[in-house]
């Protein structure tokens, strides 16, 4: 079992340009989630999917787009890239039992110049 | 205000000694409680789940105290190895299977 892997690992994005991150668990988890993570404020929630082909906003979806066709992976798209997006994004999966702990990937870092 | 509270640390501690965090929540309804560990540039892992009771895990103890909105983690006997950013994790009512993260405290445990 890989668990939840997320590519690219790094990527330097120009003001403007668009990119997609790439998240695929392989543990047939029905939830997933997309986070970034800055210094000093923790991992904040961008967007979340309850199941495949659905998609919510969290709480910093702004300048992000997700989408989930298939259950295993999970797209997190960034069309105009900002400075202000540059961060750690983990994404991150769970199952829908009573068990709500969340398995997360190895991040990937981004930096936009 | 932001949701959940811990101070950022860092925590500087020799080998063996005693340790705890705290952290502050500010929904009262809140469900479910968590310890996450960070090591440095890696993601987060589950250290432990927090009951109302309290509970142990080897050399961690987690306590809960929901009349003042706030977790503890303490670890006994530190080890080199813990050094690590340690997140405390809430799951707020209404929230379904969201979690709202601490910023975390920083743990450095040295020889």
């Known amino acids: 079992n890989a668990g939840v892997t997320q590519t690219p690992k790094f990527r330097v994005l120009k003001t403007g340009q668009s990119m997609t991150l790439l998240c695929a668990q392989d543990m047939n988890h029905e939830y997933m989630y997309w986070y970034r993570q800055d210094p000093g404020m923790g991992l904040r929630l961008i967007h979340y999917s309850v199941g495949e082909g659905t998609t919510a906003k969290g709480e910093v979806p702004d300048g992000y787009n997700v989408s989930r066709l298939k259950k295993q992976n999970f797209l997190l798209g960034l069309e105009s890239a900002a400075p202000s997006q540059t961060s750690v994004y983990f994404c991150a999966s769970s199952t829908g039992t009573a068990s709500y702990e969340q398995y997360f990937g190895p991040g990937t870092r981004l930096t936009v110049t | 205000r932001k949701e959940v509270e811990q101070d950022p640390g860092p925590f500087n501690v020799p080998e063996g000694a005693t340790v705890a965090f705290n952290c502050t929540y500010s929904?009262?309804?809140?469900?479910?409680f968590f310890w996450y560990r960070q090591d440095c540039r890696k993601e987060p892992k589950l250290l432990m789940s927090?009951?109302?009771s309290g509970n142990e895990d080897g050399r961690f103890t987690a306590q809960l105290n929901r009349a003042s909105q706030y977790i503890s983690l303490l670890i006994r006997d530190s080890k080199l190895s813990d050094s690590a950013t340690y997140l405390c994790?809430?799951?707020?009512?209404?929230?379904?299977?969201?979690?709202?993260f601490g910023s975390g405290t920083q743990l450095t445990v040295l020889p």
């Open positions: 927090v009951y109302s």
């Open positions: 994790v809430v799951r707020f009512s209404g929230s379904a299977r969201q979690l709202t």
């Open positions: 929904n009262s309804a809140s469900q479910s």
